[in-house]
């Protein structure tokens, strides 16, 4: 396999990894949905998407990561790469263990 194919591959073969753990873990208590937009992008680029569809709830994990309401922004926002339901128990809660 050549070099060149190697980075878009395990960046793919990431992106399903994520997908799947985050459709069996998710369950039914999801209270945000996680916007994934170009990782090039920076926060600020990615918040102001974001804006442009709704109310936001908080950064995700990386700048191009935005946690927003569910069922709050249309079926895509302009850029948006992703589109994850996600837990407030699944990483996206505070030190203290408070929701978001």
């Known amino acids: 396999m050549s ?7 395990l960046a793919v073969t990431i992106f399903a990894a994520i997908s799947v753990s985050a459709t069996t873990l998710g ?3 999801r209270t945000a949905v996680a ?11 990615s918040f102001l998407a974001a804006a442009e569809g709704g109310p936001i709830l908080a950064p995700g994990g990386l ?14 926002t302009h850029g948006e790469w992703l589109r994850f339901n ?3 128990r699944l990483g996206c809660s505070s030190a203290q263990g408070e929701g978001i």
């Open 3 to 9: 070099n060149e194919l190697l980075l878009p591959l």
């Open 27 to 29: 369950g039914g208590g």
């Open 35 to 45: 916007l994934v937009y170009p990782p090039w992008w920076s926060a600020e680029q």
């Open 63 to 76: 700048p191009n990561i935005i946690l927003v309401p569910v069922d709050s922004h249309p079926a895509k």
């Open 86 to 88: 996600v837990s407030a």
